[in-house]
Nanobody, 126 residues
Framework: QVQLVESGGGLVQAGGSLRLSCAAS????????MGWFRQAPGKEREFVAA????????YYAYSVKGRFTISRDNAKNVLYLQMNSLKPEDTAVYCC???????????????????WGQGTQVTVSS
């Protein structure tokens, strides 16, 4: 059974930083791509960032590129999302997800992922 548990969310002022963590069990992160998505109230879930298993190639949504960094600690089996220069429009529930084994398509879409965490709330005040 694969479980993903996020932590690190909270309330921060605009311009501040947060680091989200996603602890995985039942699946080795180094063998699977991983992603972060977010969902704001009244909006659809949207892609934030992803990292491939091999070579650590990363992808970012245009709205967060240059401000957010996705990374992983293979020894701890933990995925991270470092968020800097936060804006009120970054307010959302952030979820991590694990890419389906043997999936070869784009990581930008939810169909690439088979396991999801429950999410952690990030609120950015102006």
């Amino acid at each position: 059974q694969v479980q993903l548990v996020e932590s690190g969310g909270g309330l921060v002022q605009a311009g501040g930083s947060l680091r989200l963590s996603c602890a995985a069990s039942g699946r080795t992160l180094s063998n699977n791509g991983m992603g972060w998505f977010r969902q704001a109230p009244g909006k659809e879930r949207e892609f934030v960032a992803a990292i491939r298993a091999n070579a650590g190639i990363t992808y970012y949504a245009y709205s967060v590129k240059g401000r957010f960094t996705i990374s992983r600690d293979n020894a701890k089996n933990v995925l991270y999302l470092q968020m800097n220069s936060l804006k009120p429009e970054d307010t959302a529930v952030y979820c991590c997800a694990s890419v389906r084994p043997y999936y070869s398509g784009s990581y930008y879409y939810t169909r690439a992922y088979d396991y999801w965490g429950q999410g952690t709330q990030v609120t950015v005040s102006s």
